[in-house]
């Protein structure tokens, strides 16, 4: 097993950007594209439906990093009138949205036989249709502009199969194929759309949430024997919304080497 490599510096790739962060609470990949983003030079604003955990983000980005505290807004991302009042808010306090990353998604295990209807359905509406939602609010500021980029988080589920998973695995899906469909659409707009797939990204909740076999089985699958620290996939994720990949879009890039 290989050690992680050591927390890199920023190197101002979003300097003089706006960035907004879903689901941006707790500490996973969200808070850790967001502490990335102000480190890059970018004014951030996080979001989350959680309002303590949220507030609680915001103040540790600031504390860690050493900027001004990032603005929140409470938002439900299934829930189109939340999306349309983030999109306002982020307009107002940022000016214009540069860089939206829609980082939202809901797990869980369960097979086929034993899922609900309201399981599988809360699963997509957070996982996949979120993505349309923020996509759908935000891609006409980015029009008129005449530019913008967007990164969505997916997953290797997205690739390969996992018992329990079809719900998750089935919305990640979605969201690769509607990058690619969305990001044809965009592209003569001057906006950019790709996503990145990671598997395993270690955090404090995922470790709450997932057994120890579990854990020391996907990291086995890992060629690098380790899970991801979650600010190497952040780093993924802002490269795809800088400068730097001006000619990627439609892109579903691997933060892993298990794609099936």
Same mark, same amino acid.
């Given at each position: 097993?290989?050690?992680?490599?050591?927390?890199?510096?920023?190197?101002?790739?979003?300097?003089?950007?706006?960035?907004?962060?879903?689901?941006?609470?707790?500490?996973?990949?969200?808070?850790?594209?967001?502490?990335?983003?102000?480190?890059?030079?970018?004014?951030?604003?996080?979001?989350?439906?959680?309002?303590?955990?949220?507030?609680?983000?915001?103040?540790?980005?600031?504390?860690?990093?050493?900027?001004?505290?990032?603005?929140?807004?409470?938002?439900?991302?299934?829930?189109?009138?939340?999306?349309?009042?983030?999109?306002?808010?982020?307009?107002?306090?940022?000016?214009?949205?540069?860089?939206?990353?829609?980082?939202?998604?809901?797990?869980?295990?369960?097979?086929?036989?034993?899922?609900?209807?309201?399981?599988?359905?809360?699963?997509?509406?957070?996982?996949?249709?979120?993505?349309?939602?923020?996509?759908?609010?935000?891609?006409?500021?980015?029009?008129?502009?005449?530019?913008?980029?967007?990164?969505?988080?997916?997953?290797?589920?997205?690739?390969?199969?996992?018992?329990?998973?079809?719900?998750?695995?089935?919305?990640?899906?979605?969201?690769?194929?509607?990058?690619?469909?969305?990001? =044809?659409? !965009?592209? %003569?707009?001057?906006? &950019?759309?790709?996503? @990145?797939?990671?598997?395993?990204?270690?955090?404090? /909740? +995922? *470790?709450?949430?997932?057994?120890?076999?579990?854990?020391?089985? =996907?990291? !086995?699958? %890992?060629?690098?024997? &380790?899970?991801?620290? @979650?600010?190497?996939?952040?780093?993924?994720?802002? /490269? +795809? *919304?800088?400068?730097?990949?001006?000619?990627?879009?439609?892109?579903?890039?691997?933060?892993?080497?298990?794609?099936?």
């Amino acid at each position: 097993m290989s050690l992680a490599p050591t927390y890199p510096p920023g190197r101002n790739l979003l300097a003089g950007k706006t960035v907004l962060v879903t689901a941006a609470a707790g500490t996973g990949i969200g808070y850790a594209v967001a502490k990335r983003a102000v480190e890059e030079g970018a004014r951030v604003m996080i979001s989350d439906w959680h309002e303590r955990r949220l507030g609680e983000a915001a103040t540790r980005i600031a504390e860690e990093t050493g900027s001004e505290r990032p603005a929140t807004f409470v938002c439900d991302v299934s829930d189109q009138a939340q999306v349309d009042a983030l999109r306002d808010a982020a307009e107002a306090e940022l000016g214009a949205v540069d860089v939206l990353i829609n980082n939202a998604g809901l797990g869980g295990e369960t097979p086929v036989v034993d899922m609900t209807d309201d399981e599988w359905q809360r699963v997509l509406d957070v996982t996949l249709n979120s993505v349309f939602r923020m996509t759908r609010a935000f891609l006409p500021g980015m029009y008129a502009r005449k530019a913008g980029a967007i990164v969505n988080n997916a997953s290797v589920l997205g690739w390969r199969a996992q018992k329990g998973q079809a719900h998750y695995a089935a919305a990640k899906a979605g969201v690769m194929a509607f990058t690619r469909c969305s990001a =044809l659409e !965009a592209a %003569e707009h001057g906006v &950019r759309i790709n996503a @990145v797939a990671p598997s395993i990204a270690m955090h404090a /909740f +995922l *470790a709450k949430v997932t057994s120890d076999e579990l854990l020391a089985e =996907l990291s !086995a699958r %890992e060629a690098f024997g &380790r899970p991801a620290e @979650v600010w190497e996939v952040a780093n993924v994720m802002l /490269f +795809l *919304a800088s400068d730097l990949a001006s000619y990627m879009t439609g892109e579903v890039v691997p933060v892993s080497s298990q794609r099936a």
